[in-house]
């Protein structure tokens, strides 16, 4: 476990991580790790705030709820 006490990865290293990573979390969840959601939805959040309810029936509010969901905690982490 030494390995993950050095100062500095190798960024191929981590690239590789990365992309398994992402791979399970596909095969596990049907959606890739990422945050451009969580922008979308704060944008939508905003806009619901101005607009009122009638931002929820854009079809993609429709497909994709304004909710906040686990992509946030990347946001928070950036």
Do not use: H
């Not at 905003?46 to 909710?67: L, M």
Request: net charge positive; with cysteine; aromatic share 16%.
């Amino acid at each position: 476990m030494e390995w993950l006490k050095i100062d500095q990865w190798s960024p191929y290293s981590v690239g590789m991580g990365i992309g398994v990573l992402n791979c399970i979390a596909f095969l596990i969840s049907d959606r890739f790790i990422g945050c451009s959601g969580a922008f979308v939805r704060m944008s939508g959040m905003f806009e619901r705030f101005v607009r009122g309810k009638k931002v929820c029936d854009k079809p993609y509010y429709q497909k994709f709820p304004i909710t906040i969901d686990w992509e946030w905690l990347l946001v928070i982490i950036m």
